[in-house]
């Protein structure tokens, strides 16, 4: 009798045996339809076998299997069960999620792309600007490693030294031999640009883009292109590291250090982290392209097990100027000190295009009553309510409450209530009050929820109808608006002083992408940065430009307080109605963990830094260890015990590398 091990999407990790009389060893990795309790489930083959562990008249038969479009390849299976068992998550569920929506379901695929397997090989030259003698030497460094199997290279390249050019010259490369490129982005928003060019450059090369925009037709039309063969680039975000791409020759992972490659939800994968081991066991190179690399990736190119590439000039421009704005000596008004507004005067009148970065949309981070001292805080979360003036309420943003404006103090009466701190919508108040001659455009996640808002605002942009731009860390990213030559940062001292070891690595990547903007152009760009502290070290490096000093003094650090790199952390979230509970669950879970412990710490539990959000109180545990392998050996039988005593009113999920505490 033939049995199929089945992955089901299921909270449970282990796979379903199912009878399939007519299943055979290439159907390992179709999709299968089969009963599971009183539903009917699609799942994924995962084995084949000739006996089951269960008797067989309790095993029931799988109703059909789905031969409508090739088997998952074992590559990619093999991938998945990896990320399974290291990211603590059900196999069933981490396979299945790495599906397109339209192949989690029942239904056979109609009309799929015919797979054809062959791609001709690019008969073009690359075209495009002729590269700097910098790119050129990284190009060919890179190019005479290849077919020399797994090499990781670190590209650090400053804002605006033409990275993407070094990325389109290898793909160019790995297209002549007849291969694959996978190109990963942190952004939706960077792809339609990034679409735009490698379509203009390789012309007779099929472009297969994946990300979560796309609608489930497109998508899974993408995802077979990648599969057969035909799409010889691939450009995605997160969820491309798990597309099958039978002749992937190249991965290009483009602002590596970028939080957007962590997921955050159900299967909490790193996908540059993916994307390193997927190139590893495939023999090929990959590449991490950054300004700014995260301290894992440039500690791996400190001691050499990455190569380091430097492109350490701008193309046709020079670096901007940093400083600092002392604001224990220039007291601003609204938020904005005399020498960034003198600084925004000139620009104006210069007929150039500025922008000021505010990290925090809305009008003001809280509302205060001046008579008994309120504020506007949240129910249902430990944060405060942000009022948002333009649509007059308050708006918490971490569970969506929305309440209107008082007109008067919900505890004293008293009609005196006070914005305090600034939003984007009060800077931007600000500015139109003070320089009305000046054209702004306010850029955030709220302004921009239209569909095609912010494709319509960045042609605004560029045909030169907007003097200020007053912006989210939205408009740090990737773009390039030659007539920008000045950017003010307000509010970033927050960051410096927070309770997550990675914040300051997270600040000077932020600020060194914001002030990338300035002076892309032909006129040199200066950056105005309005500070407290001055003379923090962060500030200073970034002014001196000096990533590797700030990398090298932030690793020493790590090293002393045994933090990441140097250690190897997990972090056990618990989730319930009240906190008592969920540190309870914990502290028998520390328990529990200390009795099994080997080369493995465990800290004490402690709430969140955000205690209650969406009414739910939130706690957690951290395990650190030395040895990746110790924290994997003791996370694999630590968690079955935590199945035992979590009652039904926690809810828990093992985080392994966590990013965020
Ligand atoms: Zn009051
Ligand atoms: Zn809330």
Not at 221 to 240: E, P, Y
Not at 334 to 361: C, H, M, P, W
Not at 631 to 653: C, H, M, T, Y
Request: charged content about 25%.
């Amino acid at each position: 009798m033939t049995f199929i091990r089945v992955a089901l999407d299921v909270p449970l990790p282990t796979l379903f045996d199912y009878r399939a009389a007519d299943a055979t060893d290439t159907d390992i990795g179709a999709r299968v339809v089969v009963p599971f309790g009183r539903k009917i489930l699609p799942g994924v083959i995962v084995a084949i076998a000739h006996s089951s562990t269960l008797p067989p008249q309790r095993v029931r038969a799988a109703l059909r299997v789905l031969r409508d479009i090739p088997p998952l390849p074992a590559e990619i299976l093999k991938l998945l069960e990896f990320c399974s068992e290291y990211y603590q998550h059900p196999i069933g569920a981490t396979i299945l999620s790495a599906l397109p929506t339209r192949l989690r379901q029942t239904r056979p695929i109609k009309n799929s792309v015919t797979s054809t397997d062959t791609i001709a090989p690019s008969s073009h030259d690359v075209s495009g600007p002729a590269l700097s003698a910098e790119q050129r030497a990284v190009v060919e460094q890179m190019c005479a490693y290849s077919g020399r199997g797994f090499t990781p290279w670190l590209l650090h390249g400053i804002t605006g030294s033409g990275k993407t050019e070094v990325y389109f010259h290898l793909i160019a490369d790995v297209l002549k031999r007849g291969g694959q490129a996978l190109l990963l982005v942190p952004e939706i928003n960077l792809t339609p640009q990034l679409e735009a060019r490698i379509a203009d450059r390789f012309p007779q090369t099929c472009l297969a883009t994946l990300h979560s925009a796309l609608n489930e037709s497109e998508r899974l039309h993408n995802w077979l292109a990648a599969q057969s063969g035909q799409a010889g680039i691939v450009l995605g975000t997160r969820l491309a590291v798990f597309a099958p791409i039978p002749k992937l020759g190249l991965i290009v992972v483009d602002e590596e250090h970028d939080v957007s490659f962590r997921q955050a939800e159900g299967l909490r994968y790193s996908a540059r982290d993916i994307a390193l081991l997927r190139a590893k066991r495939r023999g090929i190179p990959i590449l991490l392209g950054s300004a700014t690399p995260s301290l894992e990736t440039f500690r791996q190119a400190l001691t050499g097990r990455y190569r380091r590439l430097v492109l350490s000039q701008r193309i046709n421009a020079q670096l901007p100027r940093i400083e600092c704005v002392d604001l224990r000596r220039e007291p601003p008004t609204d938020g904005l000190s005399k020498t960034l507004l003198a600084a925004l005067q000139e620009t104006l009148r210069s007929g150039e295009q500025s922008l000021v970065f505010i990290n925090r949309r809305g009008y003001a981070p809280v509302l205060m009553c001046r008579g008994c001292g309120w504020i506007s805080d949240c129910r249902r979360c430990s944060a405060k309510l942000v009022l948002h003036l333009q649509e007059q309420q308050l708006r918490c943003h971490h569970c969506g409450h929305i309440e209107p404006v008082p007109a008067a103090c919900p505890h004293c009466g008293n009609q005196d209530l006070l914005p305090v701190g600034q939003g984007t919508q009060r800077i931007e108040a600000a500015l139109t009050r003070m320089l009305p001659e000046a054209r702004i455009l306010r850029i955030d996640r709220d302004s921009t929820r239209r569909k095609h808002a912010w494709r319509d605002m960045r042609e605004q942009i560029q045909s030169r109808q907007v003097d200020i731009l007053v912006g989210t860390q939205m408009l740090a990213k990737g773009h390039d608006f030659p007539q920008l030559t000045l950017v003010g940062v307000i509010n970033a001292d927050n960051a410096l002083y927070s309770t997550d070891f990675r914040a300051s690595e997270r600040l000077y990547a932020r600020l060194t992408q914001v002030a990338g903007r300035a002076g892309r152009g032909t006129r040199p760009g200066r950056v105005l940065i309005q500070t407290d502290f001055p003379s923090h070290p962060l500030y200073q490096a970034l002014c001196r430009h000096d990533y590797d000093g700030f990398a090298k003094t932030q690793l020493a650090e790590r090293k002393q307080a045994g933090l990441p790199p140097f250690v190897h952390q997990a972090v056990l979230r618990a989730e319930a109605p009240r906190l008592a509970t969920a540190l309870d669950f914990l502290a028998r879970a520390a328990a529990r963990g200390n009795r099994i412990a080997d080369a493995v710490t465990l800290f004490d539990a402690v709430p969140a830094a955000m205690a209650r959000r969406s009414g739910v109180e939130r706690a957690h545990l951290v395990v650190e260890s030395p040895s990746r392998r110790a924290l994997q050996d003791f996370l694999s039988r630590w968690r079955p015990a935590l199945e035992n005593i979590a009652g039904r009113k926690v809810r828990w999920v093992i985080e392994v590398d966590p990013s965020e505490w």
